[in-house]
Each structure stands twice: as structure tokens, then as C-alpha cells.
């Protein structure tokens, strides 16, 4: 198997304060816990932003700052998100994508988000593929639910995304396909020939899921935004030690870990 690629979700737009005090809020704060991840094993970090009071951001100058000081402390691959929050417009989204990052994450279909509805029509991903390929950034298709897989092809048959892909499960969302072994396996057997994928298991998921890919031969995903917990009861104190954790298991299952140079190559960015 090629070597394992470890993302850090470091902050994520739905958690506060109330939920963990180890989330990170500021520029500075954010780029921190991101050197950390990257030190623990980490090579690519993907990234969400705050405004002064600590709610989600899409703005370009907060992007700007964060993106910086990663760009200091560390030689991960910077990964930033256009998910944004539930009900940003296509335009606030859209902002990181300006500042030439090498990921950006493009979310393949419209889905349930627990109490909310997450829109992203044939329309906006358009648009959203068009943007980063002006901008020479390569998405991370983020699929919710099985019926993404199909719409992440058509763009590709359209011309609007260019293969190899890289995809993004993310399981366990409520309203969304649930993490399990068997929806795992069906949708890496419907994506591409020749894709790459990760999978992002939600909570208590993250550690099972994560091990799967380990297994399966895809990457994994680990960090605060989707899980702050390190066992039942215990929140984990960083994301740094989610991603230890994720790499001393891979390295259990005989599996070494990518550094960003190796990870660059591995998803075609170098």
C-alpha cells in the first residue's frame, strides 16, 4: 500500500468553547494547533475560520492570516474549506479559494445536517469546481451520502473537475449516510479507477473509520472538528493527539505514515 495521508481537521464551524476549551479560535491559535498536528504526523491540515467573537468565517483576510502562519510553522498541505457554515452564500464561501491554496474542499450534492439543510445544487458546484480550477487549486471531494458519488463523475464527464479525484467521506452526520463498514466499502467501489479517498468518521466514529482506511488502503481524517473526544468521557486535549494516535495505529497495522512531500505526490500536487 502507498504510504498513509493523515488530515487534521483542526477547528471546524460548528463547536464553541462550550464544547471543548482546547478549541482553537484565532489565527494564531489555529496555526498553532496546526504546527502540532503536522509534528504528530499530519500532512495535510484542513481549515475552517473564526471571526473576533469566535463564529464561523469565511473571510478572505482571516483566511489570509491563518493560512500565513501555517504557511510558517509548518510544510503541511493547506486545505481550506468552502463548506463554510449552514446558510453561507455562494459568495462568502467561496473567498479562501482566492488566496491560491493547494486543497480546497467542494462538497458533491445537497444533504441533510442534522436540524439544518446543507444546499449545494448542480448550480453552485459548478461553480465552485470552475473557481478552483482558475485558482490551480485541487478540490477534496467531500461526499455526505452515496447519491455525491454520482454527481462528483458528472463533473468530471463535464469537464469541470480533472481526474485523478480525491475524495472525502464523511460519515456519521445525523440526516446523512451513517459510518459503517459496509457504506465505507460500497462507496469506495463507486468512485473512479485511479482515485484517491480519505474518510472522516464522525465522534465516536473517527478511531473505527480511520482504522478501516488504514486497512483498505485509503487515508484518514482525524481532528476536533468532527470528534472532541479521545475515549468516552475524555476530550481530547488538541488535535494532536487524535493524529498520534491515528499514526501510531497505522504504524501498528504495518503501514508507514507520508510526510507532505510524500502526500504532495501521492495526490498529484507536486
Not at 31 to 48: D, F, I, K, Q, T
Not at 112 to 124: C, S
Amino acid at each position: 500500500m502507498e504510504k498513509l495521508i493523515v488530515t487534521a481537521a483542526v477547528v471546524g464551524a460548528e463547536l464553541t468553547r462550550e464544547d471543548t476549551p482546547h478549541l482553537p479560535l484565532t489565527p494564531g491559535e489555529i496555526a498553532e494547533e496546526a504546527r502540532r498536528a503536522c509534528e504528530a504526523g499530519a500532512s495535510v491540515v484542513h481549515l475552517h475560520a473564526r471571526d473576533p467573537d469566535g463564529r464561523p468565517t469565511q473571510d478572505r483576510d482571516t483566511y489570509r492570516k491563518i493560512v500565513e502562519r501555517v504557511r510558517e510553522r509548518c510544510n503541511a498541505i493547506v486545505q481550506v474549506s468552502t463548506g463554510g457554515a449552514v446558510g453561507m452564500t455562494a459568495e462568502e464561501r467561496l473567498q479562501p479559494v482566492e488566496l491560491r491554496p493547494e486543497m480546497a474542499s467542494l462538497t458533491a450534492g445537497t444533504v441533510n445536517f442534522g436540524d439544518e439543510v446543507f444546499f449545494n445544487p448542480r448550480e453552485l458546484m459548478v461553480r465552485f469546481a470552475e473557481a478552483m480550477k482558475v485558482h490551480g487549486v485541487k478540490p477534496e471531494i467531500e461526499i455526505f451520502d452515496a447519491g455525491m458519488v454520482a454527481n462528483a463523475i458528472w463533473l468530471e464527464r463535464k469537464g469541470h473537475v480533472v481526474a485523478p479525484l480525491h475524495f472525502d467521506f464523511v460519515l456519521g452526520v445525523p440526516g446523512a449516510l451513517p459510518a459503517s463498514l459496509k457504506n465505507l466499502l460500497h462507496l469506495v467501489e463507486t468512485i473512479p479507477s485511479g482515485s484517491t479517498w480519505s474518510v472522516a468518521g464522525i465522534g465516536p466514529h473517527q478511531l473505527p473509520m480511520a482504522a478501516t482506511a488504514v486497512l483498505l488502503g485509503g487515508h484518514a481524517r482525524v481532528g476536533l472538528e468532527d470528534n472532541v473526544y479521545y475515549r468516552k468521557g475524555e476530550l481530547a486535549r488538541g488535535n494532536a493527539p487524535l493524529v498520534e494516535r491515528g499514526v501510531r495505529l497505522a504504524r501498528e497495522l504495518g503501514r508507514e505514515v507520508a510526510e507532505p512531500a510524500e502526500a504532495r505526490a501521492i495526490l498529484g500536487l507536486d
